[in-house]
C-alpha cells in the first residue's frame, strides 16, 4: 500500500548511512517496490562530485528520503539543485 503523499508510480530514492547493502536487503526483505535505488552516503559522496552528475541524480527520481542523522551532511553532499527543486 503506498502512502498520499505518493503518486502511485513515484520512483523514490532512499539515502542511508553505511553500509547501504544493510538498507539494500531490508528494502528488498520487506518489499518497498516504491524503492528505486539506495545509496550510501559515501557513495553519494564519491559518484556525484559534479554538477552535472547531481543533476542527473535529481531529475532521474521524484523523491528523496534520508536517514536522519544524515541531514546535516545533505547539503553539501547534494548540492543545491536539490533544494531549488525542492526534492
Do not use: W
Amino acid at each position: 500500500m503506498r502512502h498520499k503523499v505518493f503518486k502511485s508510480e513515484a520512483q523514490v530514492c532512499l539515502i542511508t548511512k553505511d553500509p547501504q547493502r544493510t538498507y539494500k536487503d531490508l528494502v528488498k526483505e520487506k518489499k518497498l517496490e516504491m524503492v528505486a535505488r539506495v545509496i550510501g552516503i559515501s557513495k553519494l559522496k564519491a559518484k556525484f562530485k559534479g554538477f552535472e552528475a547531481k543533476r542527473d541524480l535529481c531529475n532521474a527520481y521524484d523523491i528523496f528520503l534520508a536517514d536522519d542523522s544524515l541531514v546535516h551532511f545533505l547539503p553539501k553532499a547534494i548540492g543545491k539543485t536539490f533544494f531549488e527543486k525542492k526534492k
